[in-house]
Protein backbone atom coordinates (compact mmCIF):
# COMPACT_ATOMS: atom_id res chain seq x y z
CA UNK A 1 0.00 0.00 0.00
CA UNK A 2 3.12 2.20 0.03
CA UNK A 3 2.88 2.53 -3.70
CA UNK A 4 0.87 5.50 -5.17
CA UNK A 5 -0.01 6.19 -8.89
CA UNK A 6 0.12 9.86 -9.05
CA UNK A 7 -2.43 11.38 -11.49
CA UNK A 8 -1.71 15.08 -10.72
CA UNK A 9 -3.72 18.05 -10.16
CA UNK A 10 -7.33 17.33 -11.59
CA UNK A 11 -10.99 19.01 -11.38
CA UNK A 12 -12.87 16.82 -8.73
CA UNK A 13 -16.38 16.29 -8.57
CA UNK A 14 -19.17 13.82 -7.65
CA UNK A 15 -19.12 12.28 -10.67
CA UNK A 16 -15.57 11.93 -10.94
CA UNK A 17 -15.37 10.37 -7.24
CA UNK A 18 -18.02 7.51 -8.42
CA UNK A 19 -15.92 6.59 -11.53
CA UNK A 20 -12.84 6.40 -9.48
CA UNK A 21 -14.58 3.78 -7.25
CA UNK A 22 -15.59 1.84 -10.09
CA UNK A 23 -11.85 2.17 -11.07
CA UNK A 24 -10.42 1.21 -8.16
CA UNK A 25 -6.77 1.45 -8.04
CA UNK A 26 -4.06 -1.05 -9.16
CA UNK A 27 -3.53 -4.16 -6.40
CA UNK A 28 -1.40 -2.80 -3.56
CA UNK A 29 -1.54 1.05 -4.72
CA UNK A 30 -3.38 4.04 -4.20
CA UNK A 31 -4.82 6.45 -6.73
CA UNK A 32 -3.64 10.55 -5.35
CA UNK A 33 -5.43 13.13 -7.09
CA UNK A 34 -5.12 16.82 -6.07
CA UNK A 35 -7.74 18.84 -6.16
CA UNK A 36 -7.47 21.69 -9.17
CA UNK A 37 -9.68 24.04 -7.54
CA UNK A 38 -9.12 23.51 -3.92
CA UNK A 39 -5.06 24.02 -3.35
CA UNK A 40 -4.26 21.73 -0.45
CA UNK A 41 -7.39 19.15 -0.88
CA UNK A 42 -5.99 15.78 -1.73
CA UNK A 43 -7.96 12.81 -2.90
CA UNK A 44 -6.94 8.82 -2.44
CA UNK A 45 -8.37 5.56 -3.81
CA UNK A 46 -7.55 2.59 -2.51
CA UNK A 47 -7.71 -1.00 -5.06
CA UNK A 48 -10.69 -1.77 -3.09
CA UNK A 49 -12.67 1.59 -4.53
CA UNK A 50 -12.87 3.32 -0.86
CA UNK A 51 -11.89 6.64 -1.25
CA UNK A 52 -9.78 9.17 1.42
CA UNK A 53 -10.07 12.63 1.63
CA UNK A 54 -6.71 13.96 3.05
CA UNK A 55 -5.33 18.01 3.46
CA UNK A 56 -2.09 18.88 2.77
CA UNK A 57 -1.05 21.92 5.31
CA UNK A 58 1.91 23.38 7.26
CA UNK A 59 0.40 22.41 11.04
CA UNK A 60 2.14 23.97 14.60
CA UNK A 61 5.03 22.42 15.57
CA UNK A 62 6.24 21.07 11.87
CA UNK A 63 8.96 22.25 9.78
CA UNK A 64 7.42 21.58 6.56
CA UNK A 65 3.75 20.46 5.22
CA UNK A 66 2.32 17.02 6.42
CA UNK A 67 -0.76 15.43 5.15
CA UNK A 68 -3.62 14.52 7.55
CA UNK A 69 -6.86 11.96 6.58
CA UNK A 70 -10.32 14.21 7.02
CA UNK A 71 -12.28 11.11 6.03
CA UNK A 72 -13.66 8.44 3.32
CA UNK A 73 -16.71 9.57 0.94
CA UNK A 74 -19.94 8.98 1.69
CA UNK A 75 -23.56 10.22 0.54
CA UNK A 76 -24.27 11.73 3.75
CA UNK A 77 -21.81 13.25 6.15
CA UNK A 78 -21.29 11.49 9.66
CA UNK A 79 -18.41 13.48 11.47
CA UNK A 80 -18.61 10.77 14.20
CA UNK A 81 -18.11 7.97 11.33
CA UNK A 82 -15.70 9.77 9.81
CA UNK A 83 -17.39 10.02 6.98
CA UNK A 84 -17.84 13.67 4.04
CA UNK A 85 -19.70 14.54 1.25
CA UNK A 86 -17.30 15.51 -1.09
CA UNK A 87 -18.42 19.45 -0.54
CA UNK A 88 -18.26 18.94 3.68
CA UNK A 89 -14.86 17.22 3.12
CA UNK A 90 -13.70 20.55 1.35
CA UNK A 91 -15.17 22.71 3.71
CA UNK A 92 -13.27 20.43 6.68
CA UNK A 93 -10.01 21.07 4.93
CA UNK A 94 -10.36 24.94 4.67
CA UNK A 95 -11.29 24.91 8.15
CA UNK A 96 -8.31 23.06 8.82
CA UNK A 97 -5.90 25.21 7.32
CA UNK A 98 -7.46 28.07 8.48
CA UNK A 99 -6.35 26.56 12.08
CA UNK A 100 -3.10 25.89 11.27
CA UNK A 101 -2.33 29.57 9.96
CA UNK A 102 -3.84 30.64 13.21
CA UNK A 103 -1.50 28.45 14.99
CA UNK A 104 -3.49 25.75 16.30
CA UNK A 105 -3.48 22.44 15.74
CA UNK A 106 -6.84 20.83 14.28
CA UNK A 107 -6.32 17.38 16.22
CA UNK A 108 -5.72 19.48 19.37
CA UNK A 109 -9.23 21.61 18.42
CA UNK A 110 -10.82 18.32 17.94
CA UNK A 111 -9.88 16.61 21.32
CA UNK A 112 -10.83 20.27 23.05
CA UNK A 113 -14.23 20.31 21.62
CA UNK A 114 -14.85 16.40 22.12
CA UNK A 115 -13.29 16.75 25.94
CA UNK A 116 -16.15 20.07 25.98
CA UNK A 117 -18.78 18.16 25.01
CA UNK A 118 -18.15 15.18 27.16
CA UNK A 119 -18.50 17.70 30.17
CA UNK A 120 -21.36 19.42 29.14
CA UNK A 121 -23.19 16.08 28.75
CA UNK A 122 -22.04 14.60 32.41
CA UNK A 123 -22.67 18.29 33.73
CA UNK A 124 -26.82 17.90 34.30
CA UNK A 125 -28.88 20.32 35.47
CA UNK A 126 -29.08 18.40 38.78
CA UNK A 127 -26.01 17.81 39.19
CA UNK A 128 -24.77 21.32 38.27
CA UNK A 129 -27.37 23.19 40.62
CA UNK A 130 -26.40 21.68 43.92
CA UNK A 131 -22.63 21.89 42.87
CA UNK A 132 -23.77 25.82 42.39
CA UNK A 133 -26.15 25.55 45.51
CA UNK A 134 -22.62 24.11 47.66
CA UNK A 135 -19.75 26.42 46.09
CA UNK A 136 -21.64 29.39 45.52
CA UNK A 137 -24.85 29.82 47.73
CA UNK A 138 -23.39 27.68 51.10
CA UNK A 139 -22.37 30.95 52.91
CA UNK A 140 -24.95 33.69 51.43
CA UNK A 141 -27.57 35.41 53.34
CA UNK A 142 -30.66 34.40 51.40
CA UNK A 143 -28.38 31.28 49.87
CA UNK A 144 -31.11 28.81 51.17
CA UNK A 145 -33.35 30.77 49.79
CA UNK A 146 -32.24 30.72 46.55
CA UNK A 147 -31.40 26.81 46.50
CA UNK A 148 -34.94 25.98 47.80
CA UNK A 149 -36.14 28.02 44.63
CA UNK A 150 -33.71 26.85 41.97
CA UNK A 151 -34.54 23.09 43.07
CA UNK A 152 -38.35 23.47 42.83
CA UNK A 153 -38.22 25.09 39.66
CA UNK A 154 -35.49 23.95 37.63
CA UNK A 155 -34.05 21.23 38.82
CA UNK A 156 -37.38 19.35 39.11
CA UNK A 157 -37.81 20.14 35.37
CA UNK A 158 -34.73 19.47 33.85
CA UNK A 159 -32.94 17.30 36.38
CA UNK A 160 -31.55 14.77 34.30
CA UNK A 161 -31.26 16.70 31.14
CA UNK A 162 -27.42 17.92 30.38
CA UNK A 163 -26.62 21.73 30.34
CA UNK A 164 -25.49 22.41 27.44
CA UNK A 165 -29.87 20.50 26.11
CA UNK A 166 -31.21 23.73 28.09
CA UNK A 167 -32.71 25.71 25.57
CA UNK A 168 -34.08 29.40 25.62
CA UNK A 169 -37.72 28.25 25.44
CA UNK A 170 -37.00 25.39 28.26
CA UNK A 171 -36.27 28.71 30.34
CA UNK A 172 -39.43 30.92 29.17
CA UNK A 173 -41.64 27.94 29.85
CA UNK A 174 -40.32 27.97 33.39
CA UNK A 175 -40.10 31.89 34.47
CA UNK A 176 -43.65 32.37 32.68
CA UNK A 177 -45.55 29.13 34.53
CA UNK A 178 -44.19 31.34 37.58
CA UNK A 179 -45.32 34.26 36.26
CA UNK A 180 -48.93 32.80 35.05
CA UNK A 181 -49.46 31.15 38.89
CA UNK A 182 -49.81 35.06 40.18
CA UNK A 183 -46.51 35.01 41.21
CA UNK A 184 -45.14 37.74 38.90
CA UNK A 185 -42.71 39.48 41.73
CA UNK A 186 -41.05 35.26 42.00
CA UNK A 187 -40.66 35.14 38.18
CA UNK A 188 -38.57 38.38 37.85
CA UNK A 189 -36.44 37.03 40.89
CA UNK A 190 -36.16 33.46 39.23
CA UNK A 191 -35.09 35.05 36.16
CA UNK A 192 -32.09 36.48 38.06
CA UNK A 193 -31.13 33.27 39.56
CA UNK A 194 -30.92 31.42 36.46
CA UNK A 195 -29.04 33.87 34.83
CA UNK A 196 -26.50 33.74 37.51
CA UNK A 197 -26.35 30.02 37.52
CA UNK A 198 -26.50 29.49 33.72
CA UNK A 199 -23.36 32.47 33.72
CA UNK A 200 -20.97 29.92 36.33
CA UNK A 201 -22.10 26.52 34.49
CA UNK A 202 -21.04 28.51 31.12
CA UNK A 203 -17.48 28.60 32.97
CA UNK A 204 -17.23 25.56 34.84
CA UNK A 205 -19.23 23.29 31.87
CA UNK A 206 -17.63 25.52 29.20
CA UNK A 207 -20.92 26.10 27.54
CA UNK A 208 -20.45 28.05 24.39
CA UNK A 209 -23.91 29.85 25.26
CA UNK A 210 -26.89 29.91 27.92
CA UNK A 211 -30.35 30.30 27.41
CA UNK A 212 -30.59 33.39 29.16
CA UNK A 213 -28.61 35.16 26.33
CA UNK A 214 -30.89 38.18 25.24
CA UNK A 215 -33.73 37.53 27.60
CA UNK A 216 -34.86 40.51 30.34
CA UNK A 217 -37.33 40.74 32.24
CA UNK A 218 -39.85 42.86 29.90
CA UNK A 219 -39.55 40.53 27.53
CA UNK A 220 -41.63 38.63 29.39
CA UNK A 221 -44.15 40.75 31.05
CA UNK A 222 -42.07 41.14 34.00
CA UNK A 223 -40.85 44.24 36.15
CA UNK A 224 -39.51 44.72 39.70
CA UNK A 225 -41.93 46.62 41.28
CA UNK A 226 -41.50 47.68 45.19
CA UNK A 227 -44.56 45.56 47.31
CA UNK A 228 -46.86 47.45 49.26
CA UNK A 229 -48.92 45.08 50.68
CA UNK A 230 -49.61 44.64 54.08
CA UNK A 231 -52.01 43.10 56.08
CA UNK A 232 -54.66 44.80 57.85
CA UNK A 233 -55.37 44.37 61.62
CA UNK A 234 -57.89 41.76 60.96
CA UNK A 235 -55.92 39.91 58.70
CA UNK A 236 -52.76 40.40 61.39
CA UNK A 237 -55.14 39.12 64.17
CA UNK A 238 -55.65 36.15 62.23
CA UNK A 239 -51.95 35.79 61.24
CA UNK A 240 -51.05 35.60 64.60
CA UNK A 241 -53.87 33.06 65.63
CA UNK A 242 -53.04 31.06 62.57
CA UNK A 243 -49.40 30.75 63.90
CA UNK A 244 -50.54 29.97 67.27
CA UNK A 245 -52.27 26.61 65.93
CA UNK A 246 -49.33 25.94 63.54
CA UNK A 247 -47.05 25.54 66.72
CA UNK A 248 -43.65 24.91 67.26
CA UNK A 249 -41.19 25.44 65.28
CA UNK A 250 -42.73 27.27 62.04
CA UNK A 251 -45.44 28.68 64.11
CA UNK A 252 -43.38 30.45 66.99
CA UNK A 253 -40.81 31.60 64.05
CA UNK A 254 -44.08 33.48 62.24
CA UNK A 255 -45.08 35.43 65.77
CA UNK A 256 -41.71 36.81 66.40
CA UNK A 257 -41.16 38.17 62.69
CA UNK A 258 -44.47 39.78 63.72
CA UNK A 259 -43.10 41.00 66.68
CA UNK A 260 -39.67 41.75 65.86
CA UNK A 261 -40.06 42.97 62.24
CA UNK A 262 -36.77 41.22 61.22
CA UNK A 263 -36.00 39.02 57.98
CA UNK A 264 -36.89 35.51 58.06
CA UNK A 265 -33.28 34.17 58.19
CA UNK A 266 -32.44 36.17 61.43
CA UNK A 267 -35.55 34.72 63.32
CA UNK A 268 -34.89 31.53 61.78
CA UNK A 269 -31.39 30.90 61.83
CA UNK A 270 -31.25 32.32 65.63
CA UNK A 271 -29.13 30.54 68.04
CA UNK A 272 -29.64 30.67 71.85
CA UNK A 273 -26.16 31.56 71.96
CA UNK A 274 -27.23 34.91 70.71
CA UNK A 275 -29.87 35.64 73.35
CA UNK A 276 -28.67 37.43 75.75
CA UNK A 277 -30.86 36.92 78.50
CA UNK A 278 -29.83 39.39 81.11
CA UNK A 279 -30.01 42.28 78.53
CA UNK A 280 -32.94 40.96 76.72
CA UNK A 281 -31.16 41.67 73.02
CA UNK A 282 -30.98 39.34 70.18
CA UNK A 283 -27.40 39.54 69.31
CA UNK A 284 -27.08 38.86 65.05
CA UNK A 285 -23.78 38.37 63.86
CA UNK A 286 -22.45 40.27 60.97
CA UNK A 287 -21.66 36.97 58.86
CA UNK A 288 -25.36 36.55 58.76
CA UNK A 289 -26.69 39.98 58.66
CA UNK A 290 -27.33 41.48 55.41
CA UNK A 291 -25.35 44.36 55.61
CA UNK A 292 -22.64 42.20 57.42
CA UNK A 293 -22.71 44.18 60.42
CA UNK A 294 -23.70 42.38 63.80
CA UNK A 295 -27.41 43.73 64.53
CA UNK A 296 -29.14 44.27 68.14
CA UNK A 297 -32.70 43.21 68.12
CA UNK A 298 -34.19 44.42 71.96
CA UNK A 299 -36.94 41.24 73.08
CA UNK A 300 -40.00 42.80 73.96
CA UNK A 301 -42.34 41.07 76.80
CA UNK A 302 -44.16 39.88 74.18
CA UNK A 303 -40.80 38.39 72.43
CA UNK A 304 -39.09 36.80 75.61
CA UNK A 305 -42.80 35.21 76.31
CA UNK A 306 -42.50 33.40 72.99
CA UNK A 307 -39.01 32.69 73.58
CA UNK A 308 -39.70 30.78 76.58
CA UNK A 309 -42.24 28.72 75.15
CA UNK A 310 -39.23 26.78 73.34
CA UNK A 311 -37.30 23.74 73.72
CA UNK A 312 -33.72 23.92 74.37
CA UNK A 313 -31.80 20.74 73.20
CA UNK A 314 -28.67 19.64 74.37
CA UNK A 315 -27.55 18.20 70.62
CA UNK A 316 -27.63 21.58 68.69
CA UNK A 317 -28.06 25.16 69.73
CA UNK A 318 -30.93 26.04 66.75
CA UNK A 319 -34.23 27.74 68.75
CA UNK A 320 -35.57 26.50 65.66
CA UNK A 321 -35.15 23.25 64.73
CA UNK A 322 -36.67 19.39 63.59
CA UNK A 323 -33.13 18.36 64.03
CA UNK A 324 -32.79 18.65 68.04
CA UNK A 325 -31.18 21.92 66.83
CA UNK A 326 -28.87 20.30 65.03
CA UNK A 327 -29.81 22.40 62.23
CA UNK A 328 -32.26 25.47 61.53
CA UNK A 329 -36.01 24.85 60.20
CA UNK A 330 -36.13 25.38 56.07
CA UNK A 331 -38.94 24.81 53.45
CA UNK A 332 -41.06 27.40 54.60
CA UNK A 333 -43.19 27.05 51.52
CA UNK A 334 -45.39 24.10 52.73
CA UNK A 335 -46.08 25.78 56.26
CA UNK A 336 -46.42 29.50 54.85
CA UNK A 337 -49.33 26.96 52.74
CA UNK A 338 -50.82 25.73 56.51
CA UNK A 339 -50.76 29.05 57.44
CA UNK A 340 -52.99 31.09 55.08
CA UNK A 341 -55.08 28.19 54.99
CA UNK A 342 -55.71 28.54 58.72
CA UNK A 343 -55.64 32.39 58.51
CA UNK A 344 -58.45 31.87 55.90
CA UNK A 345 -60.53 29.80 58.61
CA UNK A 346 -59.76 32.67 60.97
CA UNK A 347 -61.33 35.31 58.55
CA UNK A 348 -64.20 33.12 57.63
CA UNK A 349 -65.61 32.80 60.93
CA UNK A 350 -66.69 36.64 60.74
CA UNK A 351 -67.08 36.63 57.39
CA UNK A 352 -68.46 33.43 55.47
CA UNK A 353 -66.97 35.40 52.13
CA UNK A 354 -63.59 36.19 53.34
CA UNK A 355 -60.65 36.36 51.11
CA UNK A 356 -56.98 36.38 51.73
CA UNK A 357 -55.29 38.56 49.25
CA UNK A 358 -51.83 36.80 48.63
CA UNK A 359 -48.61 37.88 50.88
CA UNK A 360 -45.13 37.09 51.52
CA UNK A 361 -43.50 36.60 54.79
CA UNK A 362 -41.26 39.75 53.93
CA UNK A 363 -44.24 41.76 54.32
CA UNK A 364 -44.20 41.66 57.53
CA UNK A 365 -41.22 44.10 57.81
CA UNK A 366 -43.72 46.24 56.08
CA UNK A 367 -46.25 45.84 58.57
CA UNK A 368 -43.64 46.27 61.31
CA UNK A 369 -42.42 49.15 59.68
CA UNK A 370 -45.54 51.09 59.00
CA UNK A 371 -46.77 50.20 62.48
CA UNK A 372 -44.17 51.79 64.02
CA UNK A 373 -44.89 54.88 61.75
CA UNK A 374 -48.49 55.08 63.30
CA UNK A 375 -46.95 54.71 66.77
CA UNK A 376 -45.24 58.01 66.07
CA UNK A 377 -41.46 56.11 66.23
CA UNK A 378 -39.23 58.52 65.11
CA UNK A 379 -37.58 57.85 61.85
CA UNK A 380 -34.39 56.97 62.80
CA UNK A 381 -35.71 54.44 65.39
CA UNK A 382 -37.99 52.98 63.47
CA UNK A 383 -35.47 52.13 60.44
CA UNK A 384 -33.07 50.82 62.92
CA UNK A 385 -35.70 48.59 64.25
CA UNK A 386 -35.45 46.54 61.00
CA UNK A 387 -31.74 46.70 60.63
CA UNK A 388 -31.37 49.66 58.04
CA UNK A 389 -28.36 51.60 58.34
CA UNK A 390 -28.50 55.57 59.40
CA UNK A 391 -28.28 57.35 56.39
CA UNK A 392 -26.33 60.38 55.46
CA UNK A 393 -23.87 62.34 57.85
CA UNK A 394 -25.53 60.48 60.36
CA UNK A 395 -24.00 57.00 59.75
CA UNK A 396 -20.78 58.75 60.20
CA UNK A 397 -21.05 61.43 63.21
CA UNK A 398 -24.22 59.57 64.96
CA UNK A 399 -22.74 56.56 66.78
CA UNK A 400 -25.52 56.37 69.28
CA UNK A 401 -26.92 52.89 69.21
CA UNK A 402 -30.47 53.95 70.33
CA UNK A 403 -31.18 50.34 72.15
CA UNK A 404 -33.34 52.67 74.77
CA UNK A 405 -35.18 54.00 71.76
CA UNK A 406 -35.36 50.55 70.02
CA UNK A 407 -36.41 48.67 72.68
CA UNK A 408 -39.29 51.50 73.77
CA UNK A 409 -40.56 51.27 69.90
CA UNK A 410 -41.01 47.35 70.11
CA UNK A 411 -42.96 47.70 73.29
CA UNK A 412 -45.19 50.09 72.04
CA UNK A 413 -45.68 47.80 68.86
CA UNK A 414 -46.25 44.32 70.72
CA UNK A 415 -48.72 46.54 72.95
CA UNK A 416 -50.16 48.07 69.58
CA UNK A 417 -50.73 43.91 68.52
CA UNK A 418 -52.07 43.12 71.60
CA UNK A 419 -54.98 45.47 70.70
CA UNK A 420 -55.20 44.19 67.68
CA UNK A 421 -55.06 40.12 68.23
CA UNK A 422 -57.33 39.74 71.39
CA UNK A 423 -55.91 36.58 71.89
CA UNK A 424 -58.11 33.09 73.89
CA UNK A 425 -57.11 32.23 76.80
CA UNK A 426 -55.38 29.42 74.95
CA UNK A 427 -53.01 31.80 73.06
CA UNK A 428 -49.55 32.71 74.41
CA UNK A 429 -49.79 35.93 75.76
CA UNK A 430 -48.34 39.42 73.97
CA UNK A 431 -47.34 40.84 76.89
CA UNK A 432 -46.60 40.43 80.73
CA UNK A 433 -46.74 43.64 81.67
CA UNK A 434 -47.15 46.24 78.37
CA UNK A 435 -50.45 47.64 77.34
CA UNK A 436 -53.25 45.78 76.75
Given at each position: MGEFEFRGAQAISDKAL?????ERAPEGKRIE???ANHPGFVVHV??????????????????STSRRSIGTYGTKTDREAGIFTLADARAEAERWRNQAKAGKDPREEARRIERARQRQQAGTVEKAIEEFIRIKLRNERKGDEVARDIRKEFASRWGNRPLADIERADLIEAIESVRDRDAPY?????????????????????????PCDRVRPKHLGLKKTPRKRILSPTELAAFWNA?????YPYGRVFQLLAITGQRLSDIADAKWSEIDQKERLLRIPGERFKSERPHLVPLSDAAVAILRTLPQFKSGDYLFSTTYGKTPVNGFSKSKGRLEKAMLAELRKADAKAKLEPFVLHDLRRVVRSGL??????????????GHDKKGLAAVYNQHQYLTEMREALDKWAARITTVVKPAANVVPLSTGVGG
Open positions: KALAKIRDNDRGKIRFLTNSRFPGKAQAYNLLGYARRFFDWAAIKYDLEKTAEGIGASLRIPETVAEMVI
